[in-house]
């Protein structure tokens, strides 16, 4: 295993597990705002973007506006590095996405053009639905990350990932030059 500082922005602190607290150095912040995301970008090595909107999927643009920051927060602290979680979504003509969800994918979608368009070396992850403990029962260490999952460029694999497969993709590609600047699915393998 490799040893990582990890430093994260949060809105809520809190919501962080207890277990995770001791572990990482947490900012607290908003990604919409360019002086937080500049403070949590100066001095590392990549960059690991998972911007969410919880439960808000109406039309904005806020997941957008927070890559736009991390961008230029990344290029003044000469950083160059980037993973970025998206949507498989993406993979498909809007008219397929159910319109709930159109709005959400819209702002992936800026996301995905701001970092085609930065310059960086980026990678692009987009996962299907993630699944819950329950799906993998039968693995003796529900916290871990599998490893057992497919990476495509261009297209999803499959229609589920672990929240930990997607996590140690995310991180394991920042040191993978072979994806940089390349759009691309992942899936867990179904045993």
């Known amino acids: 295993r490799k040893r990582l500082s990890v430093r994260v922005l949060l809105r809520e602190p809190t919501r962080l597990p207890e277990e995770l607290r001791s572990k990482v150095d947490v900012k607290q912040g908003d990604a919409t705002k360019l002086e937080d995301v500049q403070a949590t ?4 090595d990549a960059v690991l973007v998972a ?8 039309a904005s643009t806020t997941m957008s506006e927070g890559m736009r ?3 230029t927060a990344m290029k003044s ?12 979504f993406l993979f498909y003509d809007l008219e397929k996405i159910p319109p ?9 979608q800026r996301m ?19 699944t819950g403990e329950s ?8 916290d871990s990350p599998s490893s057992k999952y497919t990476v495509k460029e261009g297209s999803s694999p499959g229609r589920t990932i672990t929240k930990q497969d997607l996590g140690q ?5 920042l040191s993978l030059p072979q994806y940089y600047n390349k759009v691309l699915g992942i899936a867990t393998n179904m045993e």
């Open 41 to 44: 970008v100066e001095g590392v």
């Open 51 to 58: 911007l969410g909107t919880r439960n808000d999927i109406s």
């Open 69 to 71: 920051n991390i961008i």
């Open 77 to 88: 602290c000469n950083v160059d590095t980037v993973s970025v979680c998206l949507s498989a």
């Open 100 to 108: 709930m969800f159109r709005h959400v994918t819209a702002d992936h």
């Open 112 to 130: 995905l053009d701001s970092i085609k368009g930065s310059g960086l070396k980026w990678i692009a992850v987009l996962p299907p639905h993630f």
């Open 135 to 142: 799906f993998y029962m039968h693995r003796h260490t529900l």
């Open 169 to 173: 993709f995310l991180v394991e590609s």
